[in-house]
């Protein structure tokens, strides 16, 4: 049994990292958040301690690294703001402890040459969650297009729209030096499955960009692919909205969709035991996510005709 710390307890995401620690039979002894709308805890750890003020969490996790009892914590998994990873990652470290660091990773790719040499000096792991590698049809299509014959590059087109209401952009959600910018915070791990199925990159022309929606161009070794996304509801396809949808993810590879729209639910529980097996992502997984993501976001955008996702034809 392996003790863990969280940061970033009160966020969307934490309580799939709480239940994820709990389903592989491990415990949960402190948490923090500066916002204390935390009770979600009491359903998966109701005795681990929990702070609002970091310098107190700080010192709690440094008597437990001092203490003769065995109480040192072994892994801390941060789900806190985008722009926090970095900072959070290097205190997991030097702590003593490994991290299982929530997407994306950091938000600039020189920022993984810092973690990698921590990772050497300290001794410990960095993990981040890449849950679509983990995904079956993720992995059979990875397999399918390694061991299907040579017939050129595929065309893909990949969409996904989550809409969000007006709380988005008045959260750090909205803002692009904490979040990163929307292809980050809602796209860097579909970028990294697109890395992860189709090989290395090799061109990337951004068609827009702004605070709601951004979509573009991407070449990879095995595929030319079209992409979107979104969080506004107006882009949603007519049929999903009609049905009261909020959400719609799509992907198609030589005009075949993809059904992967199952199986999340235990993503994040397969994600630690392949972490707590030795078997996590590092930091260098993340690289080729994080350099497409940033350059994204640093890019002019270049309107074109020619490679268009067709969601973004209809709002032409």
């Not at 997991?92 to 660091?101: D, E, P, Q, V, Y």
């Not at 008045?170 to 890395?195: E, P, R, Y």
């Not at 909205?241 to 969709?257: C, K, L, N, Y």
């Not at 035991?273 to 270049?302: C, K, M, W, Y």
Request: hydrophobic residues 40%.
């Amino acid at each position: 049994m392996k003790n863990f710390a969280l940061i970033g307890a009160a966020g969307y995401i934490a309580p799939r990292h709480m239940q994820a620690i709990k389903a592989t039979g491990n415990r949960l002894l402190a948490a923090f958040d500066p916002n204390d709308s935390v009770g979600i805890i009491d359903s998966h750890f109701p005795d681990a301690d929990f702070f609002t003020e970091f310098e107190r969490f700080d010192r709690h996790v440094d008597l437990r690294r001092r203490a003769k009892n065995g109480g040192q914590i072994d892994y801390v998994a941060i789900c806190s703001p985008n722009y926090l990873h970095d900072s959070h990652m290097r205190f997991a470290l030097r702590s003593g402890a490994h991290a299982i660091c929530e997407k994306p990773l950091v938000l600039n790719p020189w920022n993984i040459d810092g973690l990698v040499e921590m990772e050497r000096e300290t001794g410990k792991r960095i993990n981040t969650i890449l849950q679509l590698r983990l995904h079956p049809a993720i992995i059979a299509l990875r397999d399918k297009v390694r061991n299907g014959p040579a017939h050129g590059k595929h065309e893909v087109d990949l969409a996904y729209v989550t809409s969000r209401g007006h709380w988005y952009l008045q959260s750090w959600k909205g803002d692009t030096k904490k979040s990163g910018g929307i292809a980050t915070n809602i796209g860097v791990h579909f970028f990294d499955m697109l890395h992860y199925i189709f090989g290395a990159l090799q061109i990337n022309v951004v068609h827009l960009c702004d605070d709601t929606k951004a979509a573009g161009y991407l070449e990879y070794e095995n595929a030319r692919v079209r992409w979107f996304l979104s969080v506004d509801v107006e882009d949603m396809p007519a049929a999903q909205r009609v049905a009261g949808q909020r959400t719609f993810r799509s992907i198609t590879v030589d005009g075949e969709e993809i059904e992967f729209s199952g199986g999340f639910t235990d993503l994040h529980n397969r994600s630690y035991e392949e972490i707590l097996a030795g078997h996590g992502f590092g930091p260098e997984e993340s690289r080729t996510a994080i350099d497409t993501v940033a350059a994204i976001r640093n890019s002019q955008a270049a309107p074109s005709a020619d490679n268009a996702h067709p969601f973004l034809k209809r709002q032409a």
